[in-house]
């Protein structure tokens, strides 16, 4: 099932800071987070794998609650290049030993707006 | 170095036809993903390559869709009798060793039209 996703949009000025939320009905291994700017590829910001980990660069950061199967993408101080559309894509346990992964997961994405 | 390559960059079709669509993967990069994304979603998984096998291809929506990785490096996604439902941005996304832990990279996407 794909991960829900909230807000489904939102609109800040710079400066601000936001929350985007990531929640899932399976249990997740691992919870990826993307941005993708219109008519562009979505571009890696960070992983988070099981084990409650939250890690952060510069001024965004993510938590991950693999009991509440819940990942949430920090955003603070925004600045007008944070504009775009923030996607989570999960990964469940793998169900075979072995190989690789299989294919991430993507929620409908987050539509974030910076204003001056 | 160079990043996920798609080609073409856009694709005009009429309903009925076959298409190709290229991905070039970064070098040395062992997995390889086929994404489909239709307008205001997320990417939907298609297939995944570990090398030239499909490890997966569970989320080919039917068997007018086809992929192949020859050599382990490019891959073709196929399509036959296109039909206008298959209109989307095609994502190719390649990780170093297709482990959980790996980024995927992804390419910029071929947008497929089928009129």
């Known amino acids: 099932q794909q991960p829900v996703q909230s807000p489904q949009a939102v609109i800040l000025r710079e400066g601000e800071d936001a929350v985007i939320n990531c929640s899932s009905s399976?249990?997740?291994?691992?919870v990826h987070w993307y941005r993708q700017k219109h008519g562009e590829a979505p571009v890696f910001l960070m992983i988070?794998?099981?084990?409650?980990e939250q890690k952060g660069h510069d001024k965004i950061s993510a938590s991950f609650n693999e009991k509440k199967q819940q990942s949430s993408l920090y955003l603070t101080a925004s600045q007008l290049s944070y504009s775009g559309t923030y996607f989570c894509?999960?990964?469940?346990?793998?169900?075979?030993?072995?190989?690789?992964?299989?294919?991430?997961?993507f929620g409908k994405g987050t539509h974030l707006i910076i204003q001056p | 170095g160079a990043g996920v390559s798609q080609t073409p960059s856009n694709k005009v079709t009429e309903k009925g036809k076959y298409v190709e669509l290229r991905c070039d993967p970064i070098?040395?990069?062992?997995?390889l993903y086929w994404y489909r994304q239709s307008l205001g979603q997320g990417p939907e998984f298609l297939i995944y390559?570990?090398?030239?096998?499909?490890?997966?291809d569970s989320g080919l929506p039917n068997d007018r869709f086809f992929a192949v990785r020859p050599e382990g490096s490019v891959s073709t996604l196929k399509i036959q009798r296109t039909e206008r439902g298959d209109s989307a941005v095609y994502l190719c996304?390649?990780?170093?060793?297709?482990?959980?832990?790996?980024?995927?990279?992804f390419g910029p996407g071929t947008r497929l039209t089928v009129l």
């Open positions: 894509g999960t990964e469940s346990p793998r169900q075979t030993s072995g190989g690789g992964a299989d294919g991430l997961t």
């Open positions: 996304a390649s990780s170093p060793r297709g482990r959980e832990t790996d980024t995927q990279y």
């Open positions: 390559f570990q090398g030239t096998g499909a490890a997966d």
């Open positions: 399976k249990a997740l291994y691992s």
């Open positions: 988070l794998l099981k084990g409650g």
């Open positions: 070098s040395g990069h062992t997995a």
